[in-house]
């Protein structure tokens, strides 16, 4: 069983930054891939960036530039710096992990980011 932990969430005005971070229960050197996702109200969760599985990072268009994925392997964690906030950026983000197959997700943390 895997279990991971976001934290680093909260109400940042617009321009303003976060870090997100995901602490995993196991060794993330055991994951095929990791990242991070984000629901907004009505809206289908979607990809905010990630790490493949070939070692790799992705980032959706809309945060390129902005966003910034991390990882600590000493930690198992894996981070996520928010620059340049915009309210559009407001969501709940999900820290996912795949491993030999499955899915695993952390409970979501909140990220509201006012104009």
């Known amino acids: 069983q895997v279990q991971l932990e976001e934290s680093g969430g909260g109400l940042v005005q617009a321009g303003g930054s976060l870090r997100l971070s995901c602490t995993a229960s196991?060794?993330?050197?055991?994951?095929?891939?990791m990242g991070w996702y984000r629901q907004a109200p009505g809206k289908q969760r979607a990809l905010v960036a990630g790490?493949?599985?070939?070692?790799?990072?992705n980032y959706a268009d809309s945060v390129k530039g902005r966003f910034t994925i991390s990882r600590d392997n000493a930690k198992n964690t894996l981070h996520l710096q928010m620059n340049s906030l915009k309210p559009e950026d407001t969501a709940v983000y999900y820290c996912?992990?795949?491993?030999?197959?499955?899915?695993?997700w952390g409970q979501g943390t909140q990220v509201t980011v006012s104009s």
């Open positions: 996912n992990a795949v491993r030999i197959g499955s899915d695993y």
């Open positions: 196991r060794s993330i050197f055991e994951f095929n891939a």
């Open positions: 790490y493949t599985n070939a070692g790799g990072t």
